[in-house]
């Protein structure tokens, strides 16, 4: 489908699964030469990256675990600023090494914090996996490790992203028409 609606919005395709597919494999090979031996925790950050948690995951071949935390920050199409912890972390991960899988990383809002809040738990290293990046709306430092696409500052939804909680099953990621 070139084009859907979604309440009162319009969105046209601009990732179609096939390139997404393939560039999770891409980003699990890197991740699987750099964390072999190391065991590694992923931690999935819900709800928008559960898709790309999964497909990551099962493209890996190393001894690795993987536990999820449910973070909030957009309402509608824009980023409220102010991160909502909604199930916090479960894992134990002193002296781990850490990968955060996200789905996008827009202002970097939630990086920051997520970054915060894993650091108490004194991992031994925390890597940080997003599928999308929006390098022109970052308003932090921020190191991202492996980075799937870096896109414009488009509302973008489809393959687990939302638009007020719809669109999430699309295979195919789709931006905001005009
Ligand atoms: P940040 O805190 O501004 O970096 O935003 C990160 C979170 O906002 C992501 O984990 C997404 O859940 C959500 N988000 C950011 N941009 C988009 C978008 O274009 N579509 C849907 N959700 C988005
Ligand atoms: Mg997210």
């Given amino acids: 489908m070139e ?4 309440k009162d919005k319009t969105f046209a395709i601009n990732i179609p699964e096939s390139k997404i597919q393939a560039r999770i494999i891409e980003l699990a090979g890197e991740i699987n030469t750099d964390m072999r031996g190391k ?3 992923f931690l999935c950050v819900l709800n928008g990256a559960f898709l790309f948690a999964a497909d990551v995951f099962k493209n890996l071949d190393i001894e690795c675990e993987i536990s999820f935390l449910r973070v909030s920050s957009y309402e509608g199409t824009a980023s409220t600023g102010h991160i909502k912890n909604l199930v916090g972390i479960s894992a134990s991960l002193k002296d781990r090494h850490v990968v955060i899988l996200e789905d996008i990383v827009d202002t970097g ?3 920051i914090y997520l970054l915060q809040e894993i650091k108490k738990h004194q991992p031994k290293e925390i890597r940080f996996a997003s599928l999308l990046f929006k390098p022109k709306a970052l308003r932090h430092e921020v190191k991202l490790d492996y980075v799937g696409f870096e896109v414009p500052n488009d509302f973008l939804v489809g393959y687990g992203l939302d ?3 719809l669109g999430r099953n699309l295979r195919d990621i789709y931006k905001l028409a005009e």
């Avoid at 084009?3 to 979604?6: F, G, Q, V």
């Fill in 39 to 41: 065991s590694p925790v």
């Fill in 163 to 165: 638009y007020d909680g």
């Fill in 3 to 6: 084009r859907i609606t979604i």
């Fill in 109 to 111: 809002d939630t990086a």
